[in-house]
Nanobody, 128 residues
Framework: QVQLAESGGGLVQAGGSLRLSCAASGSFNIFAAGWFRQAPGKEREFVSGINWNGASTTYADSVKGRFTISREHANAKSPVYLQMNSLKPEDTAVYYC????????????????????WGQGTQVTVSS
C-alpha cells in the first residue's frame, strides 16, 4: 500500500513564500506527481505536475513564473516540492498532492483522473 503526505502549508502575507512537500511511502519504484488546489466554493483545479524523473514539468497559467515544482533528479522516490513565491490572496486553498506510481513517461497529467493516489491536503492561506 502506498501513501502520500503533504506538509508545508500555513498562513502567509501577500507577496510571501511557502514551500509544500509531498512525500510518498510504501512499496513502489517511482512516481509522477501533481499538485491541485481547491478554494472554498470552487472546484479542484490543477496547479503543477512533474514526471517521474523531473525532466518534465507543467504549470497552470495562473501560477506560471511564481510557482516551481521540483524533485531530486537522482532519486525518483524523493519528495516532490512546490515552491510558491509572490503569493496572492487568490492562491488561498487546500493544496493536494496526487501521484501515479510506477508510471515511466515524460508526459505530465493535468487531469484529476490521471492520478490514482491522493494526500489529505494542506491549507494555504494568503492574507492581503
Amino acid at each position: 500500500q502506498v501513501q502520500l503526505a503533504e506538509s508545508g502549508g500555513g498562513l502567509v502575507q501577500a507577496g510571501g513564500s511557502l514551500r509544500l512537500s509531498c512525500a510518498a511511502s510504501g512499496s513502489f519504484n517511482i512516481f509522477a506527481a501533481g499538485w491541485f488546489r481547491q478554494a472554498p466554493g470552487k472546484e479542484r483545479e490543477f496547479v503543477s505536475g512533474i514526471n517521474w524523473n523531473g525532466a518534465s514539468t507543467t504549470y497552470a497559467d495562473s501560477v506560471k513564473g511564481r510557482f516551481t515544482i521540483s524533485r531530486e533528479h537522482a532519486n525518483a522516490k524523493s519528495p516532490v516540492y512546490l515552491q510558491m513565491n509572490s503569493l496572492k490572496p487568490e492562491d488561498t486553498a487546500v493544496y493536494y498532492c496526487a501521484a501515479r506510481f510506477n508510471y515511466y513517461s515524460d508526459a505530465v497529467g493535468q487531469a484529476q483522473t490521471n492520478y490514482a493516489h491522493w494526500g489529505q491536503g494542506t491549507q494555504v492561506t494568503v492574507s492581503s
